[in-house]
């Protein structure tokens, strides 16, 4: 087992494009890390690099306490699990998994019984038989992971795994991998583009843009204390809704709604306080902004409703506020919301409003979210 440490990577493909800006982090033994972030932030690109399968431009990536910059991926004592199985047709589900020990040359008996211990884990024993034709999607998984694990690698590293497979069985491949990795407890890095994915199986989480590292942390630490517009806007779903505001002492003016902000706010984010007139990013997420008919707030705001989609449990309300609206860079998250303009907020299922309404939206004032406007970093 092994820790990955990565510092000042730079990744430049040909002469000219620059996929990976000067990342630093560490993963600890044993944690599993997941990179996210939008198609092209240059996620597999980090993931390759770290497996051999890319050169690195600068900077230095040490795989435990080895200095791999310059060692063959064979070498690297890592396994790669990626989204096409690419699991040999002819062989069974055993010969699949023996393969790599195979190719390593260890002896027979060895060989099965690590085939045999991976079988078990995974839940393969009854199908080691069979040929990958005659075997579900996720079983077809379960066996590209037994090829993984039976090498007792120091890190697994793992593209996209779940891509190939319906909505259904991704979720439930997702705690199978998450136990599988508690169970083993191997360092595992993750590359997904789904930030549930992200945030219900990583310990920790890398969200990536444009090359650009933005905040590596606990799920937990992403959602509640975001470092900016971008991370607070991928992560979470409906997005957070992002405006530019006003705020005038304990005032907070967003288009032409106004409201008070109680003092403790201002207690646990000193650089607020005094404000006179300072523009500010204001961050609301959609659970945040309730019915206020359903459930009353001293901070209330008002709106038109364009639309409301009742989802039984809770209904989602899109408000057209009247304020500047930010647009936090992340294609995926317009596309969420499906109407580009909109604010999205979690009604409770008791709330009447409808389509056309004027709604009053009852907000958390607690829960709000501050940015600065020009380096779009949190302000506490
Ligand atoms: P996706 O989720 O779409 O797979 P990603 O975040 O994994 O995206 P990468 O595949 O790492 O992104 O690509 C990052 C950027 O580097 C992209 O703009 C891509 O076009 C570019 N890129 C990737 N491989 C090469 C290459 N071999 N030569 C030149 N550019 C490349």
Redesign the pocket.
């Known amino acids: 087992m092994a820790g990955i440490e990565l510092r000042n990577i730079n990744k430049v493909?040909?002469n000219s494009?620059h996929?990976l800006h000067d990342m630093s982090f560490d993963i600890r033994d044993g944690e599993f890390m997941v990179f996210v972030?939008?198609?092209?932030?240059?996620?597999?690109?980090?993931l390759?690099t770290i497996a051999g399968l890319e050169s690195i431009t600068s900077g230095e990536l040490r795989i435990g306490d080895r200095l791999v910059n310059d060692v063959d991926p064979k070498d690297r004592d890592i396994a790669m699990v990626f989204q096409s199985y690419a699991l040999y047709p002819h062989k069974t589900v055993r010969q699949n998994i023996a393969f790599p020990l195979l190719m390593a040359g260890l002896p027979k008996t060895q060989i099965a019984s690590r085939v045999d211990e991976a079988a078990r884990i995974l839940e393969l024993t009854t199908l080691l038989d069979r040929r990958p034709a005659f075997l579900s999607g996720g079983q077809r998984q379960r066996v590209a992971m037994g090829r993984a694990i039976v090498r007792k690698p120091a890190a697994f590293l793992m593209d996209?795994p779940l891509s190939n497979l319906d909505a259904k069985l991704r979720v439930q491949m997702r705690a199978e991998i998450a136990s599988l990795q508690r169970k083993l407890n191997v360092t595992t890095i993750y590359?997904t583009?789904d930030q549930v994915e992200a945030m219900t199986m990583g310990d920790r989480v890398a969200v990536?843009k444009g090359?650009v590292l933005q905040q590596v942390d606990t799920p937990q630490n992403l959602y509640n204390r975001p470092d900016n517009v971008f991370v607070a806007a991928f992560i979470g779903s409906p997005s957070m809704n992002l405006y530019e505001a006003v705020l005038n002492g304990r005032t907070l003016t967003l288009g032409s709604n106004s409201f008070e902000i109680p003092d403790r706010v201002f207690e646990y984010r000193p650089s607020l306080n005094g404000a006179s007139n300072r523009q500010v990013i204001v961050g609301i997420r959609p659970e945040h902004m309730n019915d206020a008919a359903v459930r009353p707030s001293s901070a209330e705001i008002s709106a038109p409703v364009t639309l409301v989609e009742a989802l039984g449990s809770e209904s989602m309300v899109h408000l057209n506020i009247d304020a500047p609206w930010v647009d936090a860079g992340d294609p995926d998250a317009v596309a969420d919301i499906g109407d580009e303009k909109a604010a999205v907020a979690r009604f409770s299922p008791k709330s009447t409003v409808r389509a056309g309404d004027i709604a009053r939206i009852a907000v958390d004032a607690d829960e709000l979210h501050f940015f600065q406007p020009d380096s779009r970093t949190s302000i506490w």
Not at 37 to 46: I, L, M
């Open positions: 493909y040909g494009f996929a972030g939008p198609s092209g932030c240059g996620k597999s690109t980090a390759r996209e590359v583009h990536m090359g």
